[in-house]
């Protein structure tokens, strides 16, 4: 019996965690207890085991360097600066302006108000990467709008919480820093790798809003003439002035970019970049004829499209793209960012005189809400060193490989499975959970078949975002309940009575876009190119060193990482080979087969 257990111990343990999580204990705790307690058991089980436990007492030792190894990885670094950002542009208002901006540009288009949700949805996951500030927020300034304007119930919360997840995708996302991280790959590769889908997410929920706005159109009207603020004297829109300006700049700027050896995507977002400089320019100088008493150059809307939704955009835009072309580290590139924010938070109060814009209040909240969630995330991290320690010393990670490898239908069934997997799995784990105890046992598997890790890291990616939609546990949902109406309100505007947003409303909302999400993990299986980061490799990347594979059984010698992480300590007789799940583990290169260990 005592054979039996001690040969089959790491499935046994990966059943207890999963046991201690649907329990309700914490992720961190349950990992940790969960790692030590069968560290104790395998080493007393060791004996018994035929040489398939390979821990002994002095491993314990190696625990601090591992944790140190954690605190002092670099890539992590950029988690806190992208939340704090994201955190400053938020409180500032500038969702609400954004809102307001785009909803007043579609006008009296039916489903105005859901592209204007989607747009400023993809637009606030590019510069908040925190999916519960961008559901929040959109709930309590949109939702209230919608419904205002007949939209019904149902569409509008399942248009605001899809919205709100596409921070999952959309980069600078936490959830690809993560991946990134655990699988061994450049924060930048993720990215690129992730723009394309990220934009046919988006996309695909437009396309869904026009569907439903075009066949049911009482579910999503236009706003009505007397909700239209920016009108020209003559009484137009101003549309003819906002399309020029677009085109002039556009073009501008794709002539000067196309004299330079950029490609891809860095081509792309540094077009973006100059053209946006560009309408400031243009509309700055508008402004300033205006105020003079002249005729301006630009329409009152497109001075305000551009005044407001330009900024944000600039500051993504110069973020990526030094990350893109190879000037900045992810890490700096987040540190620009933060900076950025409270500048463009601080010009927002000096522009309106509102020092509910940009305060020390703001900055505090936003740094204490960055502060929790980095620490959220350094426990699971940690948690996950002192687990991955004990199942690598019972071999359970050639257990995980060995299991996945053989399924059925080679790389395509193993994709399937994983998904299929994942999918589930998010019912009851986030995103942080699923990134720190699953990938790290999938990536092997992955790497074994031959599957490029970017290319996986996205599909993962986009799969992982339905953790926050599908019912009955997703994230979102729970976000936008604790914010939208539970009680009939008098509408502030209007004075009617709105009737209240039922928990059913908010979850038979969320199904199409579960839908949309699935269809977008098919396409991505179907068509790897998508994932483009090997046809435009990022110019100027930092290698990511690995260990070649061993061929005769031996645990292999780690070689420096490009960050400082401390050596490993001397093996210790009867150790087990050396954790590569974790952040600032050095990562293995599948190219030659695994060897499988067998007691």
Avoid at 8 to 31: E, Q
Avoid at 557 to 579: M, N, R, T, V
Wanted: with cysteine; glycine share 10%.
């Amino acid at each position: 019996m005592l054979e039996l257990i001690a040969q089959n111990l790491a499935p046994i343990m990966f059943a207890a965690l999963v046991l201690f999580l649907l329990l309700g204990y914490p992720a961190a705790f349950s990992l940790a207890a969960v790692g030590l307690i069968f560290f104790v058991v395998g080493v007393e089980l060791a004996p018994y085991s035929g040489g398939a436990i390979n821990l002994s007492w002095p491993l314990l030792g190696t625990l601090p360097e591992r944790i140190y190894g954690v605190m002092t990885n670099d890539t992590l670094l950029a988690i806190p600066f992208f939340v704090f950002m994201g955190l400053i542009l938020e409180r500032s208002g500038m969702a609400e302006d954004l809102l307001e901006t785009v909803g007043q540009l579609f006008g009296t288009v039916n489903g105005g108000l859901a592209y204007a949700v989607i747009l400023v949805g993809a637009l606030l996951a590019a510069t908040t990467g925190v999916v519960a500030a961008s559901v929040i927020s959109m709930g309590l300034i949109s939702l209230p709008i919608m419904l205002r304007y007949g939209y019904d119930a149902r569409f509008a919360t399942g248009t605001i919480a899809a919205s709100g997840t596409l921070a999952q995708i959309v980069p600078p996302s936490l959830v690809l820093i993560v991946l990134a991280d655990q699988l061994g790959r450049s924060v930048g590769d993720m990215y690129t790798g992730a723009l394309v889908p990220g934009l046919m997410l988006a996309g695909f929920y437009l396309l869904f809003a026009f569907v439903v706005s075009s066949i049911w159109t009482q579910a999503a009207p236009g706003l009505p003439l007397d909700a239209i603020i920016h009108r020209e004297p003559d009484g137009s829109r101003g549309y003819a002035s906002l399309i020029a300006l677009a085109a002039i700049c556009g073009t501008i700027a794709w002539l000067i970019m196309r004299r330079t050896t950029y490609a891809g995507a860095d081509l792309v977002i540094l077009t973006l970049a100059l053209s946006v400089s560009l309408a400031i320019v243009a509309a700055g100088a508008s402004w300033t004829i205006r105020q003079a008493h002249g005729p301006s150059l630009l329409s009152a809307l497109a001075e305000q499209v551009v005044f407001v939704m330009v900024p944000p955009l600039l500051l993504i835009f110069l973020v990526l793209g030094t990350i893109f072309i190879g000037v900045a580290t992810p890490t700096e590139g987040g540190a620009m960012g933060a900076v950025g924010a409270m500048l463009l938070a601080l010009a927002k109060r000096l522009s309106t005189g509102d020092r509910a814009r940009f305060s020390l209040d703001i900055v505090r909240s936003a740094a204490r809400a960055t502060a929790k969630l980095s620490a959220f995330v350094m426990f699971i991290l940690i948690g996950a060193r002192i687990f991955s320690l004990t199942f690598y010393g019972t071999n359970g990670h050639l257990w995980v490989e060995h299991l996945l490898v053989s399924l059925p239908g080679g790389e395509v069934g193993f994709l399937i499975f994983v998904n299929v997997l994942v999918f589930f799995l998010a019912f009851f784990l986030d995103f942080f959970e699923l990134a720190f105890i699953i990938v790290p046992l999938l990536a092997p598997a992955a790497q074994a078949l031959g599957i490029d890790l970017i290319w996986f890291g996205v599909i993962l990616a986009v799969n992982m975002q339905t953790s926050f939609m599908h019912p009955p546990f997703g994230f979102a949902l729970f976000y936008l309940r604790s914010v939208a109406p539970r009680l009939p309100y008098a509408d502030k505007v209007t004075g009617r009575t709105m009737p209240a947003v039922t928990t059913g409303q908010i979850y038979w909302g969320a199904v199409p876009f579960v839908v949309i999400q699935c269809v977008m993990v098919a396409l991505l299986i179907a068509f790897p190119g998508l994932v483009r980061h090997d046809a435009v490799p990022t110019p100027g990347a930092r290698p990511q060193p690995g260990i070649a594979a061993p061929t005769d059984g031996t645990v292999p010698a780690f070689k420096s990482q490009g960050f400082a992480l401390p050596p490993y300590p001397p093996a210790i007789p009867g150790a087990p080979p050396p954790d590569t799940s974790g952040p600032g583990a050095p990562t293995l290169d599948m190219s030659v087969p695994p060897v499988i260990v067998k007691p």
